[in-house]
């Protein structure tokens, strides 16, 4: 199986500065890589899709990069909407096999 | 527009089954896999398993693998989810999720709250 490691486990910041948020995987996913964001008792909200392209209605502020292990999301500047938990996911294998990374809480500072 | 709508909210004994649905609208509901993802307050994210609306195939969670059973009723674009022989570990929300490309959920239901107490 697939693990995802996603630090730090909390990141305080206050609304404009940069975020930077890492997922790392223990083997090779390519760029079968999602992120999500998840507000208190919502269903989660696709971000990123492919490592890369955001998905649709998902402002600029967002981006996502890498391939292979290392993946990053970065919101450019936080709007106070952005506060909020963020979860990468990844599909390998065939039939797919899915894993979620442990989360990391973008909080007030 | 694309909706998963799921069922209410359940309250289980151990030992006993849930199956909750999710029943959804606004796409074709066959040309899309649906996949489980449950949450315990407080905590991640855990994958249950996927099934494909129109040939029936299912992959679940090899944590899951004998316990969970997935289906869908085409005629209603509706699928299920049941979990067997639960536990008070089990107590969390579950949610449906439309696949999407690289089998991402593009679409949610708004969970599906399950306590299991005695």
């Known amino acids: 199986e697939v693990v995802l490691t996603q630090s730090p486990a909390t990141l305080s910041l206050s609304p404009g500065e940069r975020a930077t948020l890492s997922c790392r995987a223990s083997?090779?996913?390519?760029?079968?890589l999602a992120w999500y964001q998840q507000k208190p008792g919502q269903a989660p909200r696709l971000l990123i899709y492919d490592a890369s392209s955001r998905a649709t209605g998902v402002p600029d502020r967002f981006s996502g990069s890498g391939s292979g292990t290392d993946f990053t999301l970065t919101i450019s500047s936080l709007e106070p909407e952005d506060f909020a938990l963020y979860y990468c996911?990844?599909?390998?294998?065939?039939?797919?096999?899915?894993?979620f990374g442990g989360g990391t809480k973008v909080e007030f500072k | 527009q694309v909706q998963l709508v799921q069922s209410g909210a359940e309250v289980k004994k151990p030992g006993a089954s849930v199956t909750i649905s999710c029943t959804a609208s606004g796409y074709t509901f066959s040309t899309f896999d649906i996949i489980w993802v449950r949450q315990a307050t407080g905590q991640g994210l855990e994958w249950m398993g996927w099934?494909?609306?129109?040939?029936?195939?299912?992959g679940y969670a090899e944590k899951f693998q004998g316990r969970v059973t997935m289906t869908t009723a085409t005629s209603m674009n509706t699928a299920y989810m049941q979990l067997n022989n639960l536990e008070s570990e089990d107590t969390a929300v579950y949610f449906c999720?439309?696949?999407?490309?690289?089998?991402?959920?593009?679409?949610w239901g708004q969970g599906t709250p399950v306590t299991v107490s005695s």
């Open positions: 999720a439309r696949v999407w490309g690289g089998w991402y959920g593009d679409f």
């Open positions: 099934m494909n609306p129109n040939s029936g195939n299912t």
């Open positions: 996911q990844q599909r390998s294998g065939w039939p797919p096999r899915l894993t």
């Open positions: 083997e090779s996913v390519r760029t079968y």
